[in-house]
């Protein structure tokens, strides 16, 4: 995340966030003791797809039972997906064919 400018930035979703939810993020990456709270309940029948970025490794994250987790730090994005998915829309991104 860049904070660098008036408006943060998502560098590697290339989005521009809103300043409330980038103090949201800000909070989740410099408590890392706290991050597992925005976990939700499990649920298998749960998938948000696309390519997420962890705000504190700034690395793609991985998605499994319901669950948008850090492939680094492992911490839970659950809780913010709502707010990127629907107010934070990132550029798509060229898939590679599966190996």
């Known amino acids: 995340m860049d904070e660098s400018s008036e408006i943060p930035r998502c560098i ?3 989005m521009d966030l809103a300043p409330a939810f980038a103090a949201v993020l800000r909070h989740w990456v410099d408590h890392p003791e706290s991050r597992e709270s925005n976990a939700r309940g499990p ?12 705000p504190a490794c700034g690395v793609p994250t991985t998605e499994a039972d319901g669950h ?18 629907e107010k934070h829309p990132h550029k798509l991104i060229e898939r590679m064919p599966p190996s």
């Open 43 to 54: 649920s298998p029948d749960r998938f948000y797809g696309d390519t997420w970025f962890c």
């Open 12 to 14: 590697p979703g290339d």
């Open 68 to 85: 948008v987790r850090c492939t680094c730090c492992h911490g839970p994005l659950d809780g913010f997906m709502w707010d990127l998915i």
